[in-house]
DNA sequence: CTCCGGATTCGT
DNA sequence: CGAATCCGGAGT
């Protein structure tokens, strides 16, 4: 079963935004995600997540990524998901509550970073694969290891982390102009029937996206 | 404890 | 296409 993926919010998010409005102008000043931005469905936070802005300040040094690409993992029956096991203690933080960094090391070499999802006692994190360099970065933002090795996003810091804090956290930014395509998730073949599940979104077009999902 | 292999990347 | 390189999870 999927959702839809039309690009748009499920409503109104009076704390995504804040409008001040004078008598000449109005300024729109860019905000934090809230609690309830991630505390939603999986498939549906990772298509919203598509355009908005992953900071982290490092060291007081702001390095920003807008993010073009995604995956869902959801549910404790989802066989690609790291909480397939359980709770263990490296996917522990997926069971939490929403709006938390799940960062972990794959292969000995590369760090990636997810943001747990949904109500707290059911395991679903978003896993950010890829982004447009905004601000700061040091290196590609394509794929999920370098786009953390670009924001300086590593495990022993990072994992576990509140993104309501102020020194990780995905700010909100307009709807994106490109089209959402979606396909596959990538390297999940041992999950049989689940790594079919079209839970890979990206920005139709952008040059950032590890490879076209359609 | 050992064994298997991975939500990747980079160079050949 | 395969090595790199650490560690999570399962089995004994």
Redesign the pocket.
């Known amino acids: 079963m999927d959702v839809d993926v039309d690009g748009s919010l499920a409503g109104p998010d009076p704390d995504a935004l804040a409008t001040t409005t004078t008598s000449k102008t109005t300024t729109t000043t860019t905000m934090k995600l809230p609690r309830h931005f991630y505390e939603r469905d999986t498939r549906i936070v990772a298509r919203d997540l598509l355009g908005k802005i992953l900071v982290h300040v490092d060291g007081g040094v702001r390095r920003a990524a807008r993010i073009v690409e995604t995956?869902a993992?959801h549910g404790p029956g989802d066989l690609?998901?790291?909480?397939r096991?359980?709770p263990?203690?490296?996917?522990a933080v997926?069971f939490g509550g929403p709006g938390v960094a799940?960062v972990?090391?794959?292969?000995?070499?590369?760090h990636?970073m997810?943001v747990v999802t949904g109500a707290a006692g059911f395991p679903a994190?978003v896993?950010l694969?890829a982004g447009e360099p905004v601000e700061g970065c040091l290196?590609?933002t394509?794929?999920?290891?370098?786009?953390c090795?670009a924001l300086a996003i590593r495990r022993e810091h990072d994992d576990g982390r509140d993104l309501l804090g102020d020194d990780l956290f995905i700010e909100d930014a307009p709807r994106p102009a490109e089209p959402i395509v979606r396909g596959p998730?990538?390297?999940?073949?041992?999950a049989g029937s689940w790594a079919e599940k079209p839970w890979r979104y990206a920005l139709a077009g952008s040059p950032w996206v590890?490879r076209p999902p359609v």
């Open positions: 995956e993992y690609a998901s790291h909480a096991f359980g263990t203690r490296r996917a997926m799940y972990y090391l794959i292969y000995g070499r590369s990636c997810n994190a896993l694969r290196h590609s394509r794929g999920p290891g370098n786009l090795r998730r990538v390297n999940v073949r041992y590890t």
